[in-house]
């Protein structure tokens, strides 16, 4: 051998004579030896010399250790720093910033605005009046509005997080005036995203819709990391295969209309006539949220991938158009002033028939048929005939009832734990709300006082949520089918899905926390709003998520108005009293466990997925619905006819 031409690190390893080197020589005698368990790639000694150095990359790995980008809020590392405080030397966002500075000493640390930083959107909760450097001042001082902001959402996000007055945040965000009551602009900017009620020949339209869509493969084709056409080309050819199913279903059920589609055989001349069908079902949708539960998802992926430049080029036609609101209705036709008429209340509210006489009930309908009819005849003109006025007060109306359905048993929840519960000790230590982690499945540890105010803010924030439903649907449509947000196909742990940012919908969702941190006055557990990652992929998912609230209260809820009603009957009364002691404490049996383990940060594998953060709450919640049949007052639940958290009752 030519040692003295070899290459030094050959060298070295040949002079190396010791007995435990050479036998960990890679090679092939040692490969096949007995020894082969010890041997070690010579790449990988390299490797874990560049992963000591080097932080891991992977697009879905959280790391504790890194700091927070350059430019972001040190606390969440997920948002925008827009201002920095002297005495910590931080940046901070504006939520993170309120939440560690709201009170003690650092209640008083001076805080700088930072550049390009509107001062709009800060509004400052202290009792002093310091002002800051020339970064930004705060002192009352409104700096210019963006001048190239995208469309009118951007302006009316800056307007809710700007903070309103006390006053103007009851009128614009709390509930419904009362019947008799001046209603201000209540209506006003309610309306703005309380979709149109469809009528009936619309209706007709989406079930060929929905009957399209049931058939169709589109996310089975086009979300695949499979091989041969291109995506741009697999998205046009399923596009266009969904609108000749269309068309084949709207010759069958309207041949007049059908054969003029046939007849131009031209997708792009018959453009409107999509629009307007992809528009009747996403309407349908907000407006019914239990409704397309399978077909919603292609609809609008398909047409998030027909917004891509590359798509509209080859597709030759737009797919989308905006949402039929009650106030573009009425706004189209000088009609705005319907929803400042006092009595649009009595048009529009709800009636309810428990615990009134039949009399009453009959009184009701009578007075609020005729507040319909007289404002149809106030206010129909030219273009706006009386159906269609009737037709924004029936949309107001349902508008009501799902905040009924999806707000109020958030608001039933805060009731049975202010009324049941102490907030700072228990009545009773059986019925204690502390927990510790590793007992029970709990991953968090609190006393009962901390479990109290974390259980309070959490349902403080999802009526907050809820209450802004229609909102957040309308601003998560926005991101979704953004032309300038790109989404990514990713294995997030559960399947390929479209991980795809969604600013307007998480800045909405910061003003919300915001706004609940405020109601509370404190807070407990991490405000960190997951969006955009493998935890809510998109702006789809994260309504999905949240929409499915009443899903988990309102079966609880009705439960437990109805365990008084069990014991009137002689054999469920023993039942009762014989395993619970009474019906009241058979109701504080089940609410103590329901806000102990509802609310215990389990149903992931870590912190990070669940825990205290805000998406991770939710997630303890569905967990101790999954566990429910193993409660032993699992009973009492199907006595009351309890069948299931799936939406039925």
Known sequence: MMVGNAPS??????NDTQPAESSGTFSLENILGDNHEILEHPGLKQQELDASTT?????????????????????????????????????YCEVCFAAQHRKGTRKMHVVTLLAGT?????????NDTSSTTTDGQIEGE???????????????????????????????????????ANVGEWFVERSKYIPLRLSLP????????????????????????GFGLSKAKRIVQQIRELCAILSGLVLSADYKLGQELFTNRDFQRNEEFYKQIFELGRRHKIMNPDKMRTTYGKLIYLLQDSQSPEVEDMLNFSCVKPIKTVYTVLEKHDALKLLRDDL????????????????DVQ??????????????????????????????????GDNHAFLRTNRDPCERMIHYLKTYFHHTQAKDPKHSLAIRSGRGGARLSHDHAKQ??????????????????????????????????????????????????????LRMMHTILQRAQQSVGSWVGSSAIHMGDHNVPNALMFIDKYSQIYRILLPVCNTLSQIPSLADKPALHSYIEGEFGSTDNCIREILSDFFRHGFDGSGADNFFDAGSCIDGRLTSAWNWCAQLEKKRYFPVFLLTGFIGFDGEW
């Open 9 to 14: 690190d050959s060298v070295s390893i040949e």
């Open 55 to 91: 932080a891991a990359k992977g697009w879905d790995e959280e790391s504790t250790n890194l700091p927070a980008a350059e430019g972001f809020c040190v606390e969440c590392e997920d948002q925008p720093a827009q201002m920095s405080c002297k005495e910590c030397k931080d940046d």
């Open 118 to 126: 509107s001062t709009k959107s800060v509004k400052k909760e202290r």
């Open 142 to 180: 409104e700096a210019d509005e963006d001048a190239d902001m995208e469309d009118n959402s951007d302006v009316e996000l800056d307007r809710i997080a700007a903070g309103p007055s006390t006053a103007l945040s009851a009128q614009f965000l709390g509930a419904q005036p009362a019947v008799g």
């Open 202 to 225: 619309e209706r007709k339209y989406l079930r060929l819709l929905d009957a399209a869509l049931q058939v169709s493969e589109y996310t089975d084709k086009i979300d695949t990391l």
């Open 344 to 359: 649009i209340s009595v048009a529009t509210k709800e009636i309810y028939a428990d615990g009134r006489s039949r009399r």
């Open 363 to 396: 009184k009701d309908i009578k007075s609020k048929e005729r507040a319909i009819e007289t404002l149809a005849t106030r206010y129909q003109r030219e273009g706006l005939d009386q159906e269609q006025v009737r037709q924004c007060l029936y949309s107001i």
């Open 452 to 505: 109290y105010a974390y259980v309070l803010q959490s349902l403080t924030l999802w009526r907050e949520i809820l209450h802004d439903m229609f909102r957040l649907w309308s601003l998560a449509e926005q991101d979704l089918l953004s032309e300038s947000i790109s989404y990514r196909l990713r294995d997030t742990g559960q399947g390929l899905n479209r991980v795809q940012a969604a600013p307007k919908t």
